[in-house]
Protein backbone atom coordinates (compact mmCIF):
# COMPACT_ATOMS: atom_id res chain seq x y z
CA UNK A 1 0.00 0.00 0.00
CA UNK A 2 1.54 3.49 -0.86
CA UNK A 3 1.07 6.23 1.91
CA UNK A 4 1.17 9.43 0.91
CA UNK A 5 0.85 12.88 2.07
CA UNK A 6 -1.16 15.61 -0.37
CA UNK A 7 0.57 19.14 0.11
CA UNK A 8 -1.93 22.26 -0.63
CA UNK A 9 -2.58 25.52 -0.39
CA UNK A 10 -6.00 25.89 -1.72
CA UNK A 11 -8.83 25.49 -2.81
CA UNK A 12 -8.15 21.25 -2.85
CA UNK A 13 -10.10 20.34 -5.92
CA UNK A 14 -7.26 17.88 -7.06
CA UNK A 15 -6.77 16.58 -3.70
CA UNK A 16 -10.53 16.25 -4.05
CA UNK A 17 -10.04 14.13 -7.48
CA UNK A 18 -7.68 11.89 -5.44
CA UNK A 19 -9.93 11.01 -2.86
CA UNK A 20 -12.54 10.13 -4.99
CA UNK A 21 -10.19 7.93 -7.17
CA UNK A 22 -9.65 6.23 -3.92
CA UNK A 23 -12.60 5.53 -2.96
CA UNK A 24 -14.05 4.56 -6.84
CA UNK A 25 -11.28 2.21 -7.52
CA UNK A 26 -9.23 3.90 -10.38
CA UNK A 27 -6.74 4.63 -7.69
CA UNK A 28 -5.46 1.39 -6.04
CA UNK A 29 -3.23 0.43 -3.54
CA UNK A 30 -3.17 4.26 -2.11
CA UNK A 31 -3.77 5.55 1.52
CA UNK A 32 -3.77 9.39 1.86
CA UNK A 33 -1.47 8.98 5.36
CA UNK A 34 -1.70 13.06 5.89
CA UNK A 35 -2.65 16.42 4.28
CA UNK A 36 -0.62 19.10 4.83
CA UNK A 37 -1.40 22.86 4.35
CA UNK A 38 0.75 25.97 4.72
CA UNK A 39 -2.58 28.05 5.00
CA UNK A 40 -4.63 27.24 7.92
CA UNK A 41 -8.01 28.79 6.15
CA UNK A 42 -7.30 26.65 2.79
CA UNK A 43 -10.58 24.60 1.65
CA UNK A 44 -8.68 22.00 0.91
CA UNK A 45 -8.37 20.99 5.09
CA UNK A 46 -12.26 21.03 4.98
CA UNK A 47 -11.99 18.44 2.30
CA UNK A 48 -9.50 16.63 4.51
CA UNK A 49 -11.64 16.58 7.36
CA UNK A 50 -15.19 15.49 5.18
CA UNK A 51 -13.10 12.07 4.44
CA UNK A 52 -11.68 11.39 8.05
CA UNK A 53 -8.34 12.25 6.95
CA UNK A 54 -5.53 13.99 9.05
CA UNK A 55 -5.33 17.40 8.07
CA UNK A 56 -2.97 19.92 9.54
CA UNK A 57 -1.28 23.29 8.44
CA UNK A 58 2.52 23.70 8.82
CA UNK A 59 2.94 27.91 7.80
CA UNK A 60 6.21 29.33 7.29
CA UNK A 61 4.77 32.45 9.69
CA UNK A 62 4.45 29.80 12.55
CA UNK A 63 8.50 29.62 12.76
CA UNK A 64 11.29 32.12 13.44
CA UNK A 65 12.77 31.38 10.17
CA UNK A 66 12.92 29.03 7.01
CA UNK A 67 15.27 26.80 8.07
CA UNK A 68 13.34 25.97 11.12
CA UNK A 69 10.02 25.40 8.54
CA UNK A 70 11.79 23.60 6.30
CA UNK A 71 12.82 21.28 9.11
CA UNK A 72 9.46 21.00 10.48
CA UNK A 73 7.82 20.03 7.12
CA UNK A 74 10.20 17.68 6.46
CA UNK A 75 10.19 16.14 10.35
CA UNK A 76 5.80 15.44 9.85
CA UNK A 77 6.26 13.82 6.33
CA UNK A 78 8.52 11.63 8.16
CA UNK A 79 6.48 11.07 11.13
CA UNK A 80 3.58 9.83 8.58
CA UNK A 81 5.77 7.16 6.97
CA UNK A 82 4.99 8.40 3.43
CA UNK A 83 6.20 6.86 0.68
CA UNK A 84 5.29 9.50 -1.89
CA UNK A 85 4.89 13.77 -1.95
CA UNK A 86 1.67 14.84 -3.63
CA UNK A 87 1.52 18.91 -4.44
CA UNK A 88 -1.74 19.11 -5.48
CA UNK A 89 -1.97 22.96 -5.76
CA UNK A 90 0.98 23.24 -3.30
CA UNK A 91 2.21 27.05 -3.69
CA UNK A 92 5.74 26.80 -1.36
CA UNK A 93 8.91 26.18 -2.87
CA UNK A 94 9.73 22.62 -1.40
CA UNK A 95 13.00 22.87 0.61
CA UNK A 96 16.05 21.16 -0.52
CA UNK A 97 16.77 18.69 2.56
CA UNK A 98 12.89 17.32 1.57
CA UNK A 99 13.97 16.73 -2.68
CA UNK A 100 17.32 14.99 -1.23
CA UNK A 101 15.33 12.87 1.03
CA UNK A 102 12.76 11.55 -1.26
CA UNK A 103 14.47 11.73 -4.49
CA UNK A 104 11.72 10.79 -7.20
CA UNK A 105 8.91 10.60 -4.47
CA UNK A 106 7.40 13.74 -4.44
CA UNK A 107 5.26 14.62 -7.81
CA UNK A 108 3.71 17.72 -8.70
CA UNK A 109 0.76 18.88 -10.86
CA UNK A 110 1.15 21.70 -12.96
CA UNK A 111 -1.37 23.77 -14.97
CA UNK A 112 0.25 23.67 -18.59
CA UNK A 113 2.53 22.00 -20.76
CA UNK A 114 5.93 21.85 -19.56
CA UNK A 115 8.27 23.61 -20.79
CA UNK A 116 5.52 26.64 -21.66
CA UNK A 117 4.50 28.34 -18.98
CA UNK A 118 6.31 27.03 -16.01
CA UNK A 119 9.07 28.26 -13.23
CA UNK A 120 8.99 31.15 -10.77
CA UNK A 121 6.07 33.05 -11.03
CA UNK A 122 4.20 30.82 -13.41
CA UNK A 123 1.44 29.44 -10.56
CA UNK A 124 -2.18 29.44 -10.66
CA UNK A 125 -4.62 31.79 -12.75
CA UNK A 126 -0.77 34.06 -13.92
CA UNK A 127 -0.43 30.42 -16.01
CA UNK A 128 -3.56 31.05 -17.80
CA UNK A 129 -3.07 34.63 -18.20
CA UNK A 130 -0.21 34.04 -20.01
CA UNK A 131 -1.08 31.27 -22.04
CA UNK A 132 -3.93 33.41 -23.43
CA UNK A 133 -1.69 36.41 -23.51
CA UNK A 134 0.98 34.59 -25.52
CA UNK A 135 -2.66 32.94 -27.76
CA UNK A 136 -1.65 29.44 -27.65
CA UNK A 137 -4.40 27.35 -28.61
CA UNK A 138 -3.31 24.38 -26.70
CA UNK A 139 -2.69 24.40 -23.24
CA UNK A 140 -3.02 21.59 -20.95
CA UNK A 141 -1.48 20.59 -17.68
CA UNK A 142 1.57 17.99 -16.33
CA UNK A 143 2.30 15.93 -13.55
CA UNK A 144 6.19 15.73 -13.15
CA UNK A 145 8.41 14.61 -10.57
CA UNK A 146 9.64 17.32 -8.43
CA UNK A 147 13.35 18.48 -8.48
CA UNK A 148 15.53 21.40 -7.75
CA UNK A 149 14.64 23.55 -10.16
CA UNK A 150 11.52 25.08 -10.79
CA UNK A 151 8.89 22.26 -12.44
CA UNK A 152 11.89 21.34 -14.33
CA UNK A 153 11.76 17.36 -12.75
CA UNK A 154 11.01 14.30 -15.40
CA UNK A 155 7.85 14.61 -16.90
CA UNK A 156 5.39 11.46 -15.81
CA UNK A 157 2.39 12.32 -18.19
CA UNK A 158 0.69 15.48 -20.12
CA UNK A 159 -2.58 16.33 -21.32
CA UNK A 160 -3.53 19.01 -24.11
CA UNK A 161 -6.65 21.00 -24.04
CA UNK A 162 -7.69 23.59 -26.39
CA UNK A 163 -8.31 27.19 -25.79
CA UNK A 164 -11.19 28.75 -27.11
CA UNK A 165 -11.65 32.06 -28.34
CA UNK A 166 -13.80 33.23 -25.87
CA UNK A 167 -12.22 31.77 -22.60
CA UNK A 168 -10.96 34.09 -19.42
CA UNK A 169 -7.87 33.28 -17.63
CA UNK A 170 -10.57 31.57 -15.07
CA UNK A 171 -12.56 29.68 -17.85
CA UNK A 172 -9.52 27.80 -19.02
CA UNK A 173 -8.10 27.07 -15.52
CA UNK A 174 -11.56 25.26 -15.10
CA UNK A 175 -12.13 23.50 -18.45
CA UNK A 176 -7.89 22.37 -17.70
CA UNK A 177 -8.69 21.19 -14.08
CA UNK A 178 -11.69 19.36 -15.42
CA UNK A 179 -10.31 18.07 -18.59
CA UNK A 180 -6.70 17.44 -17.76
CA UNK A 181 -5.59 17.83 -13.94
CA UNK A 182 -8.40 16.07 -12.16
CA UNK A 183 -7.50 12.83 -14.69
CA UNK A 184 -3.46 12.91 -14.90
CA UNK A 185 -2.92 13.36 -11.12
CA UNK A 186 -5.32 10.23 -9.96
CA UNK A 187 -3.92 8.10 -12.80
CA UNK A 188 0.25 9.00 -12.37
CA UNK A 189 -0.82 8.09 -8.51
CA UNK A 190 -1.98 4.76 -9.81
CA UNK A 191 0.92 4.16 -12.09
CA UNK A 192 3.50 4.97 -9.12
CA UNK A 193 1.62 2.76 -6.46
CA UNK A 194 1.47 -0.39 -9.10
CA UNK A 195 4.81 0.23 -9.62
CA UNK A 196 4.84 1.27 -13.49
CA UNK A 197 6.61 4.11 -13.14
CA UNK A 198 10.81 4.52 -13.27
CA UNK A 199 13.11 6.88 -14.16
CA UNK A 200 16.09 6.96 -15.67
CA UNK A 201 18.53 9.35 -16.85
CA UNK A 202 15.80 11.92 -15.81
CA UNK A 203 13.13 10.52 -18.05
CA UNK A 204 10.07 8.56 -16.94
CA UNK A 205 9.40 5.26 -18.05
CA UNK A 206 6.09 3.56 -17.77
CA UNK A 207 5.02 -0.13 -17.93
CA UNK A 208 1.64 -0.52 -18.78
C1 LIG B 1 -4.22 23.82 -9.76
O1 LIG B 1 -4.66 24.36 -10.97
C2 LIG B 1 -2.77 23.41 -9.86
O2 LIG B 1 -2.42 22.91 -11.13
C3 LIG B 1 -2.09 24.73 -9.59
O3 LIG B 1 -2.83 25.28 -8.54
C4 LIG B 1 -4.19 24.87 -8.66
C5 LIG B 1 -4.66 24.33 -7.32
O4 LIG B 1 -6.03 24.05 -7.34
N1 LIG B 1 -0.71 24.53 -9.26
C6 LIG B 1 0.26 25.37 -9.63
O5 LIG B 1 0.07 26.39 -10.26
C7 LIG B 1 1.67 24.94 -9.23
N2 LIG B 1 2.65 25.71 -9.92
P1 LIG B 1 -6.71 23.08 -6.26
O6 LIG B 1 -6.29 23.59 -4.88
O7 LIG B 1 -8.17 23.26 -6.48
O8 LIG B 1 -6.25 21.68 -6.50
Redesign the pocket.
Known amino acids: MLKIAVM?????????AIIDGIDQGTITNTQIAVVISNNAN?Y?LERAKKAGIDGLCISPKQYADREQFNAALLAKVQEYEVDLIV?????VVIPEIMIDAYENRII????SLIPSF?GTG???LK?HEAALARGVKVSG?TVHFVDKGT?TGPIILQKPVSVLEEDTPESL?RR??EQA?WKIMPQAIDWIANGKVRVEQGRVHITE
Open positions: VSGGGTNLQAALAGFLNIHPCYYGVADQIME
